[in-house]
C-alpha cells in the first residue's frame, strides 16, 4: 500500500477499518463527505456535489477541469504545488536532541557519570574530568552509529518508489505514486494497487479487491455507470476506486479525484495512526541477547570488584573500576552496528539490481535451498521473436532481429503475406487481439516494445508484413476485450464491422482447439476433425522440441452483438506461430553457481512440456530429475506429490495456484523457498514463500506487494548474487560480533587473572572507557562491509536453527580469546619484572594493537587473509589507523598525563607488533590445519 500503514496508538486501541467504515455507515456522513473539497469547487459544497458517483464521467471530468486526454504537464505541476504529494504522512520520529540525551540515561552510564563526578569531589579531579570527556564522546558515538542506522532505513525506503500509468499531454507515461494529482486520468490493469481514489471513465470485466477498506473477502465488480443514493458508504460506490484497493481483474480507466490524506484509505491512517517499524529476528535476538549478556556482565563485574576489594583496593577505586568494566564490555552498540551492516547490505543489492522490500529477507537468503523460477523473462531474454508460422497447411519461415520491424516472410522462396488472404487474416487477428505498443526510442536509437512482450512480437511480426495497429483500429474498433488469464490461457477481442461484429482469439494451442470447431483451409472452411488436430499438435510438437514457444489464433464474424459467454465458441481456427525467446546469456553460469552452493533451481512455466524441456537442457538446469506438468500435478494427492516434489526439475503448463502447492510441499521438507512471481494470483504463492521475488518491470503491484524483494534486473543471475549477498551480510554481522566477543572475553579473563593473582590492575578506568570506545566503533562496521568471501557460494545454505554465532565462531572465541589473554599477560608480568614503571603502558597499548591485529583476523574464520589480500576491505585498514593514532595521540601528548601512561621506546613497540604479528600467524596456521582440505579445494 502506499503511504502510512494503520495502528493502533497508545493505550486505547483505536477502531479498526471495518469497524470504522461500521460506525460512519451509522451515523452522518459529513465525517467523510460534507467538508471543504478543494478537488470539486474549492468551496464548501452541498451534499449533491460532494459524492463523485453521482454524477456522469462527462460532468466529473468538469467538476475536475479535465479531459480523456489528460492534464498538461504544466498543470499537472501546478496541481503538485496547490495539493501537495499523494503520501500519507509519517508519524513523526523521535526528535533527534532526544535521540542524543537517551545515549546518556543507560543505569550504567548514568552510575559512571556519579562515580565520576564523587571522584572529582574527593579530590580526583584529572580523572573524574577525563572519564566524563570519554563518557560523552561515547555517547555522541552511539548517536551518530543509531542516527546513521535510521538514515540507512529511510534511504532504503526511497529505494522502492511505486509507479503508475497516466495521460499527460495526451499520452500514456509511468509516474512515481506520489506525483499524481486531481484531475490525472489513471490507467489500471489486473494486478495494480489503485494510487488514489478516483471516478471510473472506462471498465472491461472490472473487479477490485477492497478488503483493505470493507474487510470484505470477495472482489467487488465494478462499472463505470452513474450510481443513485446519497452518501452512500464506500462499498456501495460501484463506479469509484480507491487508494490502497487492488485490481484482480480487467481494466479500468479512472479520473483521480482524491490524494494522499484526503482519500478513504488516508482519512482512516490518520484516525489510526502507522504501524510501528519491526525488527528483523536477527535484530531481535541480538538485542535479547545483548540484555542478557549485561545481566552475566553486571555479575561478572560486581564480583571482579568485590575481589578487589576483598584484595585491598579502595571501594570508591573498585566501583569505579568495575561500573566501567561493565560498560565498555557490554556490546550496546550491536544493534545499531547490526541495523547499519543490514542496511549497507541492502543498498549493495539494489546495485545488483535487487530491492529487498524487508530487511528480514537478507538472514533468510543465506538458508535458500530452492529457487523456483519463472521462465519467461527471468530464465529467458523476455524479447520474444516469431520464427515460424504455420497457416494453411504450410510452414512460413520469418527473417529479422529483435523488435526492429524488419524481415522476410519464406516459404519456398518470398512471399507477400497481404497478398496471401488467409495469412493476411492470421496477421489481421494478431494485431487487433493485442494490447502492445511498438516504438522507436529516439534516446536509445532502439525499436522497443510497451506491453507484453509475447503480444509485442505479434506486432513486430505485422509491422513487418506492413499492418499498423492504430490504422487498423481504426476501421476495425473496439467494441470489447476478454483479457487473457492463465486460468483460461487464451484472450479475445471484439470488434465492429460496420453492421458486424470481428471475434479474435489467442491463447495456448489446446484452448484454441477446444474452442474451435472448424479450420480455414485454402480459404474454405471445414469441420475441425480429430484426424485434423492430432497433425496441428504433431506440427506443433516439432516447434517444441525446437524450444519455440506456440501460439494459435482463431476467429470468427458475426452478425449481431455477441455475448461475452458465447464470444469464443465454434471459432475459425486460422494457425499458429512459434516464438522464440532466448536464454540469458549468464543464466547458465547462474545455475552452476547455484549448484555449487547446495541451491537447487527449478523451473515454472507455462511452455509445452516439450518446450520447457528444451530450454532447460540448454540452460543446464534439467539434469535427471522429473517434468511434471500442471494436469499431472493435479492428479496427485498432497503426500504422493510430497514424496516426489524434490525430485522434480520442470513444471511445464502449470498455473499460478500450482505455485502456492509447490512451495508448501517443499516446506514440508523442510526446504528454504524462494519463488518469483509477477501476476495477481502469484501473490499467494510470493507470501508463502520464504522469499517472494516479484518482477520490477514486468510484475503487478499486487505482486510486489506480497514480495520480499522485487527483481529491478529481472534475471535469474540477479537471484543469485541477492543470494550471495545476503549469505556475505549475515557472515559479516557474524564476523564483527565474533570480533567484539573474542576481544571483550580476552580483556575481562587478563583484567580477572591479574587480579586473582595479585598483580597491579592493568588498566585504570578511564583506560578501560577509552579502549570501549576506540574498539566497538569503526573496526566493528567496518568488518560489517566485509566483500563476499572466496567460496562463499561454494558451501551449503545455513540452516535457519543456527544462530548467529555458531560451533565454529563459539570456538574461534575460545581460542583466540584465550591466546590473546596469554599474550598480553605474559608481556604485562614480564614488564612488571623488568621495567615496572613501563607495565601499564605497555598492558594500554599492546591489548588496542593485539585488538586491531585481531580485527584482521576477524575478516574470515576460514580463509587465508592472504588470500582475501590485506588490503581488500580499505574501511577496515582505515578503521585500524585511525583507531592506532588516537591510542598514540593519548600516549605521546600531555593526554598522557589523564590517562596515566607514559611514551614507549622502539624496544616496547618492536616487542609488542611481533606479538601482534604472531596473532596472526597462529590463526593462519589454525586455518590450514582445520580447513586444509577446503583451502586446497579453492
Known amino acids: 500500500m502506499y503511504g502510512a500503514q494503520p495502528r493502533?496508538?497508545?493505550?486505547?486501541p483505536a477502531p479498526s477499518v471495518?469497524?470504522?467504515?461500521?460506525?460512519?455507515?451509522?451515523?452522518?456522513?459529513?465525517?467523510?463527505?460534507?467538508h471543504y473539497n478543494p478537488y470539486l469547487g474549492g468551496h464548501k459544497i452541498s451534499t449533491s456535489l460532494s459524492n463523485p458517483y453521482l454524477y456522469e464521467t462527462t460532468q466529473v471530468l468538469s467538476l475536475l477541469k479535465t479531459s480523456p486526454q489528460g492534464l498538461s504537464s504544466e498543470e499537472a505541476k501546478r496541481r503538485l504545488s496547490e495539493y501537495g504529494f499523494n503520501e500519507i504522512e509519517e508519524e513523526k520520529k523521535i526528535p533527534y536532541f532526544k535521540m542524543l540525551v537517551s545515549q546518556f540515561t543507560n543505569l550504567l552510564v548514568v552510575i559512571l557519570i556519579v562515580s565520576a563526578l564523587i571522584s572529582l569531589y574527593l579530590g580526583e579531579t584529572i580523572e573524574a574530568i577525563a572519564i566524563i570527556a570519554i563518557v560523552l564522546l561515547a555517547g555522541i558515538l552511539g548517536f551518530v552509529q543509531e542516527y546513521q542506522a535510521e538514515k540507512s532505513l529511510i534511504a532504503l525506503k526511497k529505494l522502492i518508489v511505486p509507479y503508475t500509468k497516466v495521460i499527460r499531454d495526451g499520452r500514456v507515461i509511468e509516474i512515481p505514486v506520489r506525483e499524481l494529482v486531481p484531475g490525472d486520468i489513471v490507467q489500471l490493469e489486473a494486478g495494480d494497487k489503485v494510487p488514489a481514489d478516483g471516478r471510473i471513465l472506462q471498465a472491461v470485466d472490472l473487479a477490485v479487491d477492497e478488503a483493505i477498506l470493507t474487510g470484505e473477502s470477495y472482489p467487488v465488480e465494478k462499472t463505470s455507470d452513474k450510481i443513485?443514493?446519497?452518501?452512500?458508504p464506500p462499498h456501495q460506490q460501484k463506479n469509484m476506486l480507491f487508494m490502497g484497493t487492488s485490481v484482480v481483474r480487467g481494466k479500468a480507466t479512472m479520473v483521480v479525484t482524491a490524494t494522499g490524506r484526503k482519500t478513504e484509505f488516508g482519512k482512516i491512517a490518520t484516525l489510526l495512526q502507522e504501524v510501528e517499524e519491526k525488527k528483523t529476528p536477527l535484530q531481535e535476538d541480538l538485542e535479547r541477547a545483548s540484555k542478557q549478556l549485561g545481566t552475566y556482565i553486571l555479575l561478572l563485574a560486581g564480583a571482579i570488584g568485590a575481589v578487589g576489594v576483598l584484595k585491598g583496593y579502595p571501594l570508591p577505586e573498585m566501583f569505579l573500576w568495575s561500573v566501567a568494566l561493565a560498560v565498555a564490555m557490554i556490546p550496546e552498540a550491536l544493534p545499531a552496528v547490526t541495523t547499519i551492516s543490514l542496511a549497507l547490505g541492502v543498498k549493495r543489492m539494489a546495485e545488483k539490481k535487487a530491492l529487498v522490500r524487508k530487511l528480514s529477507a537478507v538472514e533468510t537468503l543465506g538458508s535458500v535451498t530452492y529457487i523456483c523460477s519463472d521462465k519467461t523473462g527471468t530464465l529467458t531474454k523476455n524479447q520474444m521473436t516469431v520464427r515460424k508460422i504455420f497457416c494453411n497447411n504450410r510452414e512460413i519461415e520469418v527473417t529479422g532481429v529483435g523488435y526492429e520491424p524488419k524481415g522476410e516472410f519464406k516459404s519456398s522462396g518470398q512471399i507477400s503475406p497481404l497478398e496471401d488472404p488467409q495469412f493476411h487474416l492470421l496477421l489481421l487477428t494478431a494485431m487487433l487481439c493485442n494490447n502492445s505498443e511498438l516504438f522507436y526510442d529516439h534516446e536509445e536509437k532502439a525499436w522497443k516494445i510497451k506491453g507484453d512482450p509475447t503480444e509485442g512480437a505479434l506486432i513486430v511480426l505485422g509491422a513487418k508484413a506492413g499492418l499498423r495497429r492504430e490504422e487498423l483500429l481504426k476501421e476495425y474498433p473496439l467494441e470489447l476485450e476478454i483479457p487473457f488469464s492463465s486460468e483460461r490461457m487464451k484472450m479475445t477481442t471484439i470488434h465492429k464491422i460496420g453492421n458486424d461484429y470481428l471475434i479474435c482469439t489467442k491463447g495456448a494451442l489446446e484452448k484454441i482447439l477446444e474452442s474451435s470447431n472448424q479450420i480455414l483451409l485454402n480459404q474454405t472452411s471445414i469441420p475441425l476433425t480429430e484426424d485434423l488436430k492430432e497433425e496441428l499438435f504433431k506440427k506443433a510438437r516439432e516447434y517444441y522440441e525446437q524450444g519455440l514457444r506456440v501460439l494459435a489464433f482463431a476467429y470468427k464474424k458475426v452478425n449481431v452483438k455477441p455475448d461475452p459467454e458465447e464470444a469464443e465458441k465454434d471459432l475459425l481456427f486460422l494457425g499458429f506461430v512459434g516464438m522464440i525467446d532466448?536464454?540469458?546469456?549468464?543464466?547458465?553460469?547462474?545455475?552452476?553457481?547455484?549448484?555449487?552452493?547446495?541451491v537447487k533451481p527449478v523451473m515454472i512455466t507455462g511452455d509445452h512440456k516439450i518446450t520447457a524441456m528444451a530450454v532447460g537442457k540448454e540452460i543446464g538446469l534439467l539434469k535427471d530429475g522429473i517434468v511434471l506438468t500442471g494436469q499431472e500435478l493435479k492428479a496427485l494427492s498432497e503426500r504422493e506429490f510430497t514424496e516426489l516434489v524434490e525430485k522434480v526439475e520442470i513444471y511445464a503448463r502449470a498455473m499460478p495456484e500450482d505455485k502456492l502447492r509447490i512451495v508448501r510441499a517443499l516446506q514440508s521438507r523442510g526446504h528454504i523457498v524462494a519463488m518469483t512471481g509477477d501476476g495477481v494470483n502469484d501473490a499467494p504463492a510470493l507470501k508463502q514463500a520464504n522469499i517472494g521475488i516479484a518482477m520490477g518491470k514486468t510484475g503487478t503491484e499486487v505482486a510486489r506487494e506480497a514480495s520480499s524483494m522485487v527483481l529491478i534486473e529481472e534475471s535469474f543471475a540477479t537471484?543469485?548474487?541477492a543470494i550471495e549477498e545476503g549469505r556475505t551480510i549475515f557472515s559479516n554481522i557474524r564476523k564483527f560480533i565474533v570480533y567484539l566477543m573474542t576481544d571483550n572475553s580476552a580483556t575481562v579473563l587478563a583484567l580477572t587473572i591479574a587480579l586473582l593473582f595479585n598483580l597491579p590492575l592493568p588498566l585504570t578506568a578511564l583506560q578501560i572507557l577509552f579502549i570501549n570506545l576506540l574498539m566497538d566503533g569503526a573496526p566493528a562496521i567496518a568488518l560489517g562491509i566485509e566483500s563476499p568471501e572466496p567460496g562463499i557460494m561454494r558451501r551449503p545454505p545455513r540452516s535457519p536453527k543456527e544462530g548467529i554465532l555458531n560451533r565454529e565462531s563459539f570456538l574461534f572465541i575460545f581460542f583466540m580469546g584465550g591466546y590473546l589473554c596469554l599474550l598480553i599477560l605474559g608481556l604485562y608480568y614480564y614488564y612488571l619484572q623488568h621495567k615496572p614503571e613501563l607495565a601499564n603502558s605497555v598492558f594500554f597499548a599492546g591489548l588496542i594493537t593485539f585488538r586491531l591485529f585481531n580485527a584482521i583476523n576477524c575478516r574470515s574464520l576460514t580463509t587465508s587473509v592472504f588470500k582475501l589480500g590485506l588490503f581488500t576491505n580499505p574501511w577496515l585498514i582505515l578503521a585500524i589507523g585511525s583507531s592506532f593514532l588516537l591510542m598514540l595521540l593519548v600516549i605521546y601528548t600531555p593526554l598522557n598525563i589523564f590517562f596515566k601512561v607514559v611514551p614507549l621506546g622502539l624496544e616496547e613497540w618492536l616487542i609488542i607488533f611481533l606479538l601482534g604479528f604472531s596473532i596472526l600467524a597462529v590463526n593462519e596456521i589454525r586455518k590450514f590445519l582445520l580447513y586444509r582440505s577446503e583451502l586446497v579445494a579453492k
Open 228 to 232: 443513485e443514493g446519497i452518501d452512500l
Open 582 to 598: 532466448p536464454p540469458r546469456e549468464e543464466v547458465k553460469q547462474a545455475i552452476e553457481d547455484c549448484f555449487s552452493a547446495g
Open 8 to 12: 493502533t496508538a497508545g493505550s486505547n
Open 18 to 34: 471495518k469497524e470504522y467504515f461500521h460506525i460512519q455507515n451509522h451515523t452522518s456522513h459529513e465525517l467523510i463527505y460534507q
Open 719 to 721: 537471484i543469485v548474487k
